[in-house]
């Protein structure tokens, strides 16, 4: 496995950053995690865009241009031979010293992992998943933006600890307020009466590049009215139906919170479209990565 460090390629054993990095000292730095579906690369534009918007909010300077960390992401995926990759972008404030000054670290240091993809089990599409609300709520804007996808996840980790420990697959993090938010590494959508809801960016939430298209999908494809609206967790036990998005897990239906059974114990039948709606988009929308792979975008 090759990866990117900094303009140059390593072999994973050589790989490596300074123990003085800020990314690693106090988790100063952002993120992306990113699909590859059959040689091309999912909604790369908004990943990139979110990546650089998150580094503007921690005043982070990336020393590349987007058009170069673009190139540089496609040669690595090159580099690994992969058509499907989960590809993990890492900007780090870079090596300091030992103290919080971020001026220490003289430059940011760009990290880029293409790795094959771990699939969730198919028996999970049709099963679904259970969740928890956990006790940790979601940070509030007012303190680290949960928009910015930043190297703090440990609120998620742990929330997502929380959710094992329970037996459950994920947790739901609420915000300050005690609207649901999202989940540990997931947005959430509920359906009833023929309308999907799901939080507004503005309660606090990650602005998911799966949540994005997933609403463009309801909205153009099934014609269903989406709304982007506050809601508490009593919303989702009498939901019809409720699923989860993110880039790991793409669509998946959730059949039990708080020990309350949502639907009838599998994922619903809408869901089910939504699921194959965004499949279908994912498989013919994207960058190409080899020569020749098809369709632009
Ligand atoms: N909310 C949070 C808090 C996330 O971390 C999402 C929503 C979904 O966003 P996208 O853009 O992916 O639709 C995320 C991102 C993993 C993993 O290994 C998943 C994420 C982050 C890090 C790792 O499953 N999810």
Request: proline share 3%.
């Amino acid at each position: 496995m090759k990866i990117h460090i900094d303009g140059r390629l390593y072999e994973k054993e050589d790989a490596k950053v300074s123990v003085f990095d800020h990314g690693l000292l106090y988790g100063d730095g952002v993120f992306e995690g990113i699909r590859a579906y059959n040689g091309r690369v999912f909604c790369l534009r908004e990943h990139l865009a979110r990546l650089f918007n998150s580094a503007k909010g921690i005043h982070l300077e990336i020393p590349q241009s987007k058009a170069e960390i673009e190139s540089a992401l496609l040669d690595t995926v090159r580099a690994n031979r992969l058509k499907d990759a989960y590809i993990r972008l890492v900007v780090t404030r870079g090596t300091g010293d030992l103290g919080l000054d971020p001026r220490k670290c003289k430059r940011a240091t760009v990290i880029i992992i293409a790795d094959k993809i771990a699939l969730y089990p198919e028996k999970v599409y049709e099963k679904g998943l259970t969740l928890i609300t956990s006790s940790l709520r979601r940070m509030s804007p007012d303190q680290l933006s949960p928009s910015i996808k930043s190297l703090n996840y440990l609120n998620n980790i742990l929330a997502r600890a929380e959710a094992t420990r329970a037996g459950a697959d994920e947790a739901i993090l609420l915000n300050q307020q005690g609207y649901v938010a999202e989940c540990s590494g997931d947005n959430i959508f509920f359906l009833r009466d023929n309308k999907a809801y799901t939080p507004p960016v503005s309660s606090g939430i990650l602005e998911g590049v799966t949540r994005n298209v997933v609403m463009k999908l309801i909205r153009e494809q099934l014609g269903i009215e989406v709304r982007e609206e506050l809601f508490t967790c009593f919303e989702l036990y009498r939901a019809e139906e409720a699923f989860v998005t993110g880039t790991g897990a793409e669509v998946i239906g959730v059949t039990k919170i708080d020990g309350r059974e949502i639907g009838h114990g599998a994922a619903g039948p809408l869901t089910k479209r939504i699921i194959e709606l965004f499949r279908k988009y994912a498989s013919q929308n994207g960058t190409p990565i080899y020569k020749g792979a098809g369709a632009a975008r």
